[in-house]
Each structure stands twice: as C-alpha cells, then as structure tokens.
C-alpha cells in the first residue's frame, strides 16, 4: 500500500510519520528530491536527497520523477521512481510526506493501492505557534508558509481522510485505527 500525508507545513506530518516508523517495521518513508538547501542538521539521503536546481531540472528531462512540484519559487521537490521500487522491493509499504498537489497527484497515480490522508492544524494561529515553535524558519518563511496553508486547506475534503491534530496522542490513535481497518498494521503491533 502506498500511505500519502499532506498538510500545511507545520501541522505534524514529520511527527505523524516519525510515530509510524517507530512504532512498526513495515512502513518506509520515500525521500524526495528537492532543490532547496538543508536546513539545520539535514543530511542528503536522509530527510532529502539535495540536489541544484539544474540537476533537478535534469531529473525531470529523464522522465525520472513519479510527480514533482516547485513548491516554492525555484525550489523544486519531486519523488523519484527509484524510490517507490526500492521500498517496494523490500516488502514494505511507501510512506510519502509531499505538499498538497503533490499527494493529490499522487492519489491520482496510484488510486487504490493509495490512501491519502490530510493532516489538518486545529487553526491558522496554533500553526503559527507550532512554526515559531519549530524554529526552523525565519519570520518571513513562517508568513509564507501561513499564507500557504490557508489555500491547501480548502482542499482537505479531496483526501480519503482528515484527521485533526489538536491533541497528538487522539489523532495518533486515529491514525492506528484507520490503517488497521486498511489491515496495514495488525492490532498486536501496537
Ligand atoms: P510538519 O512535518 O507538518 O511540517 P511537524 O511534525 O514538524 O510538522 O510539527 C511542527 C511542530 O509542531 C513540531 O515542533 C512538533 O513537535 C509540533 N507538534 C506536532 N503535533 C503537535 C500537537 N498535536 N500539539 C502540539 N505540537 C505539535
Ligand atoms: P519543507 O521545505 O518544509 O521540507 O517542504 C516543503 C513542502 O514540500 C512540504 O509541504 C513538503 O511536504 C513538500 N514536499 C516534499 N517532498 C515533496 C515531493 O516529493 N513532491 C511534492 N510535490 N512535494 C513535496
């Protein structure tokens, strides 16, 4: 199964799939490609693979990216085919944390095998604290981002599903249900 979380840049998907990976072994994050630069302590090949916009741009030439986005002006990330057939061939299911076109792209791609779920911020001001929070973005990213979220959010009801982070143990435990009625986890697991 392919399992795709979008949401508004800060309203939890890193932590949602953090507790997926952690919590179960068959889950595999796919690491996209993106041209923007590390932030904090990224490393290539593991949150991103990091490229420059003019390797990127060779990428998408070669037909070797499943979908792929400019997020933000010159910055571009993008799942890269290889990706999806590593996991694949390991036998475990593909985990993708991609902005909003993207997973619905996405969804549109894979159809069934895919569930696509819109991780929701309970509001734009609780987002704004998480950012801040985060402290991982300048004021001015933050705005962005802000301004960002507001427009992906009226997209949400196009996702299989909207689970709210308000309190993150409940929308754990609604995460854990849903994916075990999909029979991708077993109830024991947890
Ligand atoms: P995203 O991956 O969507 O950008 P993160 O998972 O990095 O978001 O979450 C943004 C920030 O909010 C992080 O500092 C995280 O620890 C915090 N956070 C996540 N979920 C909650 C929650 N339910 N309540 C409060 N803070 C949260
Ligand atoms: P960030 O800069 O915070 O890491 O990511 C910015 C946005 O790009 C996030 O919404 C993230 O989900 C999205 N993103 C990351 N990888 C991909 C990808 O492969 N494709 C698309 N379309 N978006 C992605």
Redesign the pocket.
Known sequence: MILIF?AP?GSG?STFVKHLLTTYDNFEL?I???S?AP?GTERHGV??YFLSAEEFKRLISEDKLV???E??EN?F???LRSEIERIQAAGHHVI????????L?LKRIFGEKALAIFVQPPSIEELRRRLTGRATDSPEMIEKRLRKASIEMEDAPKFDRIIVNDNLQTALSELDSLLQKQGMIEKSEQ
Not at 96 to 103: E, R, S
């Open positions: 979008c840049s998907k796919s996209s490609a993106t923007r932030r949150e991103y979908e792929y986005q997020v933000y910055h990330y993008g799942t993708f944390d991609v902005d909003v076109k993207g997973g792209n």
